[in-house]
């Protein structure tokens, strides 16, 4: 079986959690059973049985919540839990059956058969993400029932013994072909999800993906646990020049020098941050957990990144700059759109004002109309250095 990549396997795995319904048709089917073989061997073994059964239910549907619980807050849960709470029902489902073949009960071996078909065909059908867990599943519960049906006195028994492994080989196989569908369907949605959200040039999340990312990080403010109560910035950058380096020599150049901004931009910010391409020459960066101090310094560093010379290969240099605005989130507002607003405002700014400058918005900004939002500020112009050989 091969590894599929974490994405793939966390989706697989995201069906674990939604068998509550299946777990519970399973106990009942079980002690129906283990109730006609307490009625009619007399033994003690049913009433054991009974008690595993109906305790190991009660665990697992708990399991099952908090790994719900858990999904829904971001994190794994425990899922290793589960699964050796369902390993450990599986076993006791297995014993169970031999229990009811070896007693020599024909009813019982009947009932006993038509369980451990039921448990294969769910488990086949249902248990497609955890493949390994799933055939140790299948195996350890009918293996006890072949064993006591080939020793079976009963006529016909070693028959039914015989005959059932090559059932439990045919689930086998309808399971790994449900593995192998689902795992082909989650990896062909996550490759339509990344054509949605990429920017195909240079491979950028795009404004889509931002509008989605921004929107979880507001929501993510009336909620300080998530975040840790700090704040966050929104970065809004423009190229200087840009255009010029388009008409003089061509959009493919254009087209590369926006790939080496991308990766340039990429280095000069913390593995926490996200940049995003939105479209043009327009760049826009989320900064979690960030301070205005923390973001002025970022914005500059970028700033001195991008005005160092592209050499791309077309005889001379390619000077090009960066203009800067942003906005802080909550002090500058909670919403996506008065964020990004405001950030458009300060690139603004910071453009008309000289460019490659980094302009923050004073606080009082997003107090007012969106239509009417301030030209003052505080702009910052990137410390100037002597001029540099061009860099790939």
């Known amino acids: 079986m091969k590894l599929e990549p974490e994405a793939v396997r966390a989706r697989l795995l995201d069906t674990t959690f939604d068998r509550k319904f299946a777990v519970l048709f399973g106990t009942i089917s079980v002690l129906l059973v283990a109730v006609s073989a307490a009625l009619a061997t007399g033994d003690w073994w049913p009433y054991a049985w009974i008690a595993a059964d109906l305790m190991l239910f009660t665990v697992r549907v708990l399991l099952m919540r908090e790994c719900e619980q858990a999904r829904r807050r971001g994190s794994k849960g425990p899922l290793a839990g589960l699964m050796a709470a369902s390993g450990v029902w599986s076993v006791v489902f297995g014993l169970g059956c031999y229990g009811c073949v070896a007693s020599g009960n024909m009813a019982l071996s009947v009932l006993a058969a038509l369980n451990v078909a039921g448990v294969v065909g769910v488990v086949s059908s249902r248990n497609a993400a955890t493949p390994r867990f799933a055939i140790f599943v299948m195996l350890v519960v009918s293996l006890p029932y072949v064993v006591g049906a080939l020793f079976s006195a009963a006529p016909g028994m070693p028959i039914v013994g015989i005959q059932t492994p090559f059932y439990v080989a045919g689930g086998i196989i309808v399971l790994l072909q449900n593995h192998a569908i689902n795992a082909r369907m989650i990896r062909a949605e996550l490759d339509n999800r990344d054509l949605a959200i990429k920017d195909a040039l240079t491979g950028l999340p795009n404004r889509i993906f931002l509008q989605e990312k921004l929107r979880d990080m507001c929501r993510d403010l009336a909620a300080p646990a998530a975040n840790g109560g700090k704040p966050f910035a929104v970065l809004s950058m423009d190229l200087d020049g840009f255009k010029q380096v388009n008409d003089r020599f061509g959009h493919a150049v254009g087209d590369v020098l926006l790939r080496k901004v991308a990766e340039r931009l990429k280095r000069g910010f913390r593995p926490g941050d996200v940049v995003f391409r939105?479209?043009?020459?327009?760049?826009?960066?989320?900064?979690?957990?960030?301070?205005?101090?923390?973001?002025?310094?970022?914005?500059?560093?970028?700033?001195?990144?991008?005005?160092?010379?592209?050499?791309?290969?077309?005889?001379?240099?390619?000077?090009?700059?960066?203009?800067?605005?942003?906005?802080?989130?909550?002090?500058?507002?909670?919403?996506?759109e008065i964020l990004l607003t405001c950030s458009d405002h300060a690139l603004y700014e910071a453009k008309r004002t000289g460019k490659g400058r980094y302009w923050a918005p004073v606080r009082a900004m997003i107090r007012r109309s969106r239509q009417r939002l301030p030209a003052s500020g505080r702009a910052i112009r990137a410390s100037s250095a002597r001029p540099r050989a061009p860099v790939p």
Do not use: M, N, Q
């Not at 900064?287 to 205005?292: D, G, H, N, Q, R």
């Not at 990144?305 to 909550?330: E, Y």
């Open 278 to 336: 939105i479209g043009g020459d327009e760049f826009v960066i989320l900064l979690p957990a960030t301070s205005e101090i923390e973001a002025t310094y970022l914005a500059k560093r970028a700033i001195e990144k991008v005005s160092v010379p592209f050499d791309l290969g077309v005889g001379s240099a390619i000077h090009v700059g960066l203009s800067v605005g942003s906005a802080f989130a909550p002090a500058d507002g909670g919403d996506p």
